[in-house]
């Protein structure tokens, strides 16, 4: 089994189906669908591709904010993906808003996907290509459908009273409800910073469960029970042909690397505090720039079992 990570192996496949049952969000584009693919096609082998994923928590009578975003560029010519956690509570720019600064996430609360895509932008001097949202109750979904056994973590004992579990500190296997609240938990001493980490520990532990599922039929044959429970979940603006040429290229091309990093970077921020706002990390912005730059740009170790 190739080694893609599985944020980006389930999403392709979530997207496959969405194709297949015309449940984009946009319609596809009257345009040829041939020449439409052959240009898709081109630019993904000429270019890498970069993706804002969105982790969402909708709730019902209540807007949605971000607990999770993340910059996933796809490059086929270098056989790599990489994934750019940026921290919610980031002091940035937001165009259009009329105090100026505020957390990354309160550009999602404010205008959505495509204001928090030009916010990424203009903030951090990224090109956003796609954009695709999932709702955690779909990441919930995702986990117990090829995880059923569960995925083993440590936790101390502050998480373990957090999430009320009746066990002692060590290594426990989580299922999607406990695993999601593991991911999410921030009341401790690294807050957030603590919680990306997590983000990106179960991100690579469930590609390295998913590898393991695919290699037998019973764990191929997940697939579309996986699909069909967690499809509602998943939005992008990718066209149909697009989500096709793309699903077909990582899944038949192996990747060689994958790599993480978090922004702020380590000494590339000061706690702060906002009247309107409250705690948010106020960045050294040539220093974390710098370092995306660096990330996306040059060749990186392979360092998917960080």
């Known amino acids: 089994m190739k080694k893609v990570i599985i944020l980006n192996l ?23 669908p041939v020449s439409m693919e052959e240009s898709f096609k081109k630019k993904l082998n000429e270019q890498p591709i970069n993706f804002l994923l969105l982790g969402i928590d909708t709730r019902e009578g209540e807007k949605s904010r971000t607990d999770s975003i993340i910059v996933s560029q796809y490059d086929s010519q270098n056989r790599s993906i990489k994934l750019a956690s940026i921290m919610r509570d980031s002091l940035v720019k937001i165009p259009g808003y009329n105090r100026v600064y505020h957390k990354l996430n309160h550009a999602y609360y404010l205008g959505g996907e495509e204001l928090l895509k030009k916010t990424v932008e203009q903030n951090f001097g990224l090109n956003i290509d796609y954009i695709i949202t ?13 995880a059923p056994e569960g995925i083993k973590v440590n936790l101390n004992k502050t998480i373990i009273d957090d999430m009320d579990l009746d066990v002692t500190p060590g290594e426990h296997k989580l299922h999607g409800e406990q695993l999601l609240k593991y991911v999410r938990f921030r009341h401790d001493a690294r807050s957030d910073f603590g919680r990306v980490e997590r983000q ?5 532990k469930m590609k390295d ?28 603006d990718l066209k149909t042909n697009e989500v096709l040429t793309l699903a077909s290229t990582i899944f038949l091309q192996r990747i060689d690397t994958i790599d993480t990093i978090r922004i702020p970077v380590k000494h590339g921020f000061t ?15 040539k220093k974390n720039i710098r370092a995306l730059n660096q ?6 170790p392979v360092n998917d079992h960080r």
């Open 200 to 204: 990106q520990e179960i991100l690579l």
């Open 134 to 146: 999932i709702d955690f109750k779909g990441f919930v979904k995702v986990v117990d459908t090829i």
């Open 295 to 300: 990330f996306f740009s040059e060749p990186q």
């Open 271 to 285: 706690n702060r505090t906002v009247p309107y706002a409250g705690a948010v990390l106020q960045l050294d912005y």
């Open 209 to 236: 469960t998913f590898q393991k599922e695919m290699n037998s039929l019973d764990g191929f044959a997940k697939i579309p029970s996986l699909l069909d429970s967690s499809l509602k979940y998943v939005n992008t």
């Open 10 to 32: 389930i999403i392709i496949s979530f997207l496959l189906l969405s194709a297949c049952n015309n449940r984009m969000l946009h319609k596809n584009d009257t345009k040829n």
